[in-house]
């Protein structure tokens, strides 16, 4: 969709998702030969919030919101839209000589939070009182703001300082002003982003010193510095606490964005050649891993190709997947001159790095917007869908591009009557490699093995590492198997697993249970060969049932009683079976169900009744003695003797 702010040429910077579902753009708005910070809030149909501001627009000025416009054609600085609690933080530098950055808390429907700092802003400055430019914020578990920004030492000289603001906007006197120095050159906060534990990332851009034959003051290279929560520098992470990127840019909008194992994306513009920006640009993302070695194979193929562009921003997905987004350059033939214009793109980039092929075409996507384009940045909503917010041109405009990429369908997780644990996060698209039991689902007297596409156990299975391909929202379902029991004859002994798929089914009378509660319950071996013959009598014992309640046999295709009795008074029912004579032969199912519908089955072969020569039986007799421990399982004895 497409966006315009004011009266005016419009630059996407941010896009903000809030809960409800609706979402914050910003950036600027060129009026009257000035730039403005300009922002609209946007329900979740796309529509234009008009309460929000004036008339849906909120344009920043000196008098109401603290910032005053740039003059036209002046180098834009950066802009940052944060959540925070119930209002938002809106981020900018002054276009004044000292660029000091300002911070604004806006409420929801634009208004300026006056409670906030002082009247609602606040300036971030070193511990000389000199003010930050260029400051990058983030906040934190407890909305306390984290600021990073540049503090001028000298003409040549400037250190990267890290500071903390209470959630009202005042100074966090208990955390210590951190001091990130570059001895001697240029160094600007280029962005501050907070993990899940609080740790905390800062990406700075040191010059490049001449690097290629160029001005040092024009290229820059990304340094990624990682803080614990109390901002003390954690050496572990890289060399003494950082890892620098090696390569040169003139973009320095490059950003970072941190995974829930504290895994840092960067995405930037790198030189075709090392160090030349002559040869070129290409986009790029790289991967540093928990103690910040740079992983080579995240964007390989990118960086390895002839496209051009650039890469603005990085977020990850909920399943490890990147998605990087800017601009690539593309040739337009106009009346037979060639003309290179940018087109906003979207790439993703697999958990091994390599592009994902479900995305686009080959891991790229072109954003549908004519003309000249690019990408801003990206964000993840609440519900797992990725939004792309980015300049689009039109004829004579220049607006606000904003896409919604749907992650595709979702996996969901179901503990199936666990008491314990959380099941794994819903997991969106079309392709999953599925988790064990990752969130230590636990079921009292049951142990865990694996998932099932039905709640009762009847659809297809899963274990740890297998992959499932979904089109349509899935949800499978834990399943749970009781302990072995252990059962001894005369002659051998075995061990036999009884799982119980779901929570019992639940019959109010002994009526004939149907085939699909039949097919529901957890399968056992209730006798010890699978094959019986039409007219065969057996005689079965299984407990695990409630004391002195009715049980019957069922046999099916067609469910038919073949036996019922009552159990004792440890929940052992001991049943005479008779199958009928008249039973098809085939493939049936054999089930042992009380009056509660908890209950176990075994799937049979009956063959054709067989009478043998001699008049003899046709089988030993065989009597299996059962170990009964809690639901202790199965006593059975078998014989040949056809049913009258």
């Known amino acids: 969709m497409i966006v315009n702010v004011g009266v005016g040429q419009n630059a996407a910077r941010q896009i903000l998702p809030l809960n409800d579902g609706s979402n914050i753009v910003g950036g600027w708005l060129a009026q009257n030969e000035q730039l403005y910070i300009a922002l609209a809030r946007i329900h979740v149909d796309g529509s234009l919030d008009s309460t929000f501001g004036d008339n849906g627009n909120v344009i920043f000025n000196s008098a109401t919101y603290g910032v005053a416009p740039y003059p036209y054609l002046n180098t834009i600085e950066d802009l940052r839209l944060i959540n925070h609690g119930d209002g938002f933080l809106v981020a900018a530098s002054q276009p004044t000589p000292t660029g000091e950055h300002i911070i604004t808390r806006l409420h929801h429907d634009g208004t300026v939070d006056t409670s906030f700092g002082s009247n609602g802003h606040i300036t971030a400055t070193d511990n000389s009182g000199n003010p930050l430019t260029r400051a990058q914020i983030d906040t934190d578990s407890d909305q306390r703001i984290v600021v990073a920004g540049s503090s001028t030492q000298s003409a040549t000289a400037e250190e990267i300082v890290v500071q903390r603001f209470s959630p009202d906007g005042q100074l966090d006197t208990s955390f210590a002003t951190r001091t990130l120095s570059n001895t001697g050159s240029r160094a600007w906060a280029v962005d ?29 290279r990304p340094k990624v510095t990682k803080l614990d929560s109390g901002g003390a520098t954690d050496t572990s992470f890289g060399s003494s606490g950082s890892t620098e990127i090696d390569f040169c840019t003139s973009n320095i909008s490059t950003k970072i964005a941190i995974s829930d194992a504290d895994e840092v994306a960067v995405a930037s513009s790198e030189p075709v050649l090392p160090d030349d920006w002559g040869s070129g640009v290409r986009p790029a993302v790289r991967r540093l891993s928990t103690n910040g070695e740079i992983d080579e194979i995240v964007g390989a193929d990118l960086r390895n190709s002839d496209v051009w562009g650039h890469g603005d921003d990085v977020t990850w997905l909920s399943d490890g997947t990147i998605v990087l987004v800017g601009s690539q350059d593309q040739i337009l033939t106009i009346g037979g001159n060639d003309y290179a214009v940018a087109k906003s793109i979207a790439w993703r980039f697999d958990a091994d790095g390599t592009p994902d092929r479900r995305f686009g075409a080959n891991g790229r996507l072109a954003l549908p917007y004519s003309g000249y384009s690019r990408g801003s940045a990206v964000e993840v909503d609440s519900n797992g869908d990725t939004l792309i917010i980015g300049t689009a041109s039109g004829v004579g405009q220049y607006s606000f591009g904003i896409a919604k990429l749907i992650t595709g369908p979702n996996l969901t997780f179901d503990g199936n009557g666990h008491a314990d644990g959380e099941p794994p996060a819903t997991a969106h698209g079309l392709t999953h490699e599925l988790p064990g039991n990752s969130g230590a689902l636990t079921r009292p007297g049951y142990e865990f093995n694996g998932w099932n596409t039905a709640q009762n156990g009847s659809g297809v299975s899963f274990q740890q590492g297998d992959t499932l391909n979904i089109a ?83 046999i099916a295709s067609s469910p038919q009683l073949v036996g019922q009795a009552t159990t004792d008074s440890t929940g052992v029912a001991t049943i005479d079976v008779a199958i009928p004579l008249d039973l098809t032969p085939g493939d049936h199912t054999l089930a042992i169900i009380d009056e509660n519908g908890v209950g176990f089955r075994q799937v049979l072969q009956v063959t054709a009744q067989q009478l043998p020569a001699t008049g003899g039986n046709s089988h030993l007799l065989l009597t299996v003695v059962v170990l009964i421990t809690g639901a202790g399982l199965l006593l059975a004895t078998r014989r040949s003797t056809p049913a009258s």
Do not use: H
Request: charged share 10%; net charge negative; hydrophobic share 40%.
């Open 472 to 554: 349509i929202d899935t949800t499978i379902y834990a399943q749970w198997t009781a302990p072995p029991e252990t059962i001894t004859s005369s002659t051998t002994a075995a061990t036999v697993t009884a799982p119980a798929t779901s929570a019992p089914i639940q019959q109010p009378s002994m009526t004939l249970p149907t085939l699909e509660v039949i097919d529901s319950l957890p399968l056992v071996q209730l006798v010890t060969s699978p094959v019986l013959n039409q007219g065969e009598a057996l005689t079965i014992s299984i407990g695990g049932f409630a004391p002195n309640s009715r049980v019957q046999a069922v």
């Open 192 to 220: 501050v982003e907070l993990g899940k534990t609080g740790n905390m990332f800062v990406l700075s851009a040191a010059d490049c010193e001449g690097a290629g034959g160029y001005d040092g003051a024009a290229f820059w």
